[in-house]
């Protein structure tokens, strides 16, 4: 019963013409301008203090990293901690230096399996420009040319304190962009 | 105000080698240097196997450490040296005895030593592909280190250029 008045009402409001159209549009443009701002703040609130790195080590800076992840430095307070469980959990790529022109395709590769919003960070003086070895044959002249980086932590290796900086710059990028 | 170095004398070990290698290849080898635990001759590439043969039954060299490569491009020859160690005997450990063979460029053709030494296999494989030598009678010549999608020249030949953000230099 309520299916067939639901099938007369149907093309009668349209044939209303544009009137009642233009008054759902902008209840539609009210509403949708009072919650842009609640609902962005709680999305990158929540996106902001889960970001997840993928278990992704190929050069020396990933001591560091681990020296960021130990208690004495302990990044998880600010809510960063290393998933070792799958790659569909993470949001957050850390480059860990050098990267060989042998490990681009898999790190792009793991880069397109991770679940968007993501983001990348450049760690250490290889995976910005190369570093020391900017001109061998086999390293990359940098990360940024396989996957889009947000932030860049230079150094050689970068100090475990600029590597919280670097997140903490992150998370006032996220805390900034808006969503759609 | 600097003397100079003494002359070194050499242990019996490398005095042996010496000796040996004089009297029972004569032409086929030509010494370039001796030192203390470090001999390098140079060989022609058809008596290749014949000196590796040698250095295994005579000598007593008994593994392959290593093969190594250069390229000359000013004499259009590439140099393979393959370096001969030993394990079991116990005076010639310190001791590495390196063959030199020099091929032209154009044609870089060397007879592969993996029947006399097994231990050759990867680092013939490695100098295959870092230099474009082609190692005859090598069972499994193919790619080792370079990337899968690798289509430029060989990355050890001085002719080699970086792709990329240096190309413009």
Redesign the interface.
């Known amino acids: 019963m309520t299916e067939q008045v639901a099938a007369k009402k149907g093309p009668a409001a349209a044939r209303d013409g544009p009137g009642l159209n233009v008054l759902v549009g902008t209840v539609k443009n009210v509403i949708r301008e009072a919650l842009t701002d609640p609902v962005t703040y709680l999305a990158n609130w929540g996106r902001l203090y889960s970001l997840w790195p993928v278990h992704l080590e190929t050069a020396c800076c990933s001591i560091e990293f681990g020296a960021v992840s130990g208690p004495r430095f302990d990044c998880e307070r600010y809510g960063i901690l290393e998933a070792f469980g799958s790659l569909r959990q993470c949001d957050l790529v850390v480059v860990h230096g050098t990267v060989?022109?042998?490990m681009a395709?898999r790190l792009r590769w793991i880069y397109d399996q991770m679940p968007e919003p993501k983001y990348c960070i450049a760690m250490g003086a290889c995976s910005i420009t190369g570093g020391v070895y900017?001109?061998s044959?086999?390293v990359l002249?940098?990360v940024d040319?396989v996957v889009p980086v947000d932030v860049y932590v230079p150094g050689c290796p970068p100090r475990p304190e600029e590597l919280i900086d670097a997140f903490l710059l992150l998370q006032d990028k996220i805390r900034k962009q808006s969503i759609r | 105000m600097s003397s100079p170095p003494a002359k070194i004398e050499l242990p019996n070990e490398e005095k042996a080698i010496l000796d040996s290698v004089a009297s029972k290849l004569g032409d086929k080898v030509k010494v370039l240097f001796a030192k203390p635990n470090r001999i390098k001759i140079s060989t022609r590439t058809d008596n290749l196997v014949d000196v590796a043969k040698f250095a295994r039954d005579e000598l007593h060299f008994d593994q392959c450490a290593n093969v190594t490569g250069t390229d000359f491009p000013k004499d259009k020859q590439i140099e393979v040296t393959y370096h001969f160690g030993s394990i079991d005997d116990a005076g010639l450990r310190r001791v590495i005895l390196a063959v030199a063979c020099r091929v032209p460029s154009t044609a870089p053709e060397v007879p592969s030593l993996i029947d006399v030494y097994p231990s050759a296999n990867l680092h013939e494989r490695e100098q295959a592909e870092m230099l474009g030598v082609i190692f005859k009678g090598h069972p499994n010549l193919t790619r080792l280190l370079?990337?899968?999608?690798w289509t430029d020249i060989p990355?050890m030949l001085k002719a080699?250029r970086?792709p990329?953000?240096?190309e413009s230099e």
């Open positions: 060989t022109r042998k395709p900017f001109d044959y086999n002249p940098g040319q | 370079l990337p899968e999608d990355p080699y970086l990329g953000r240096l």
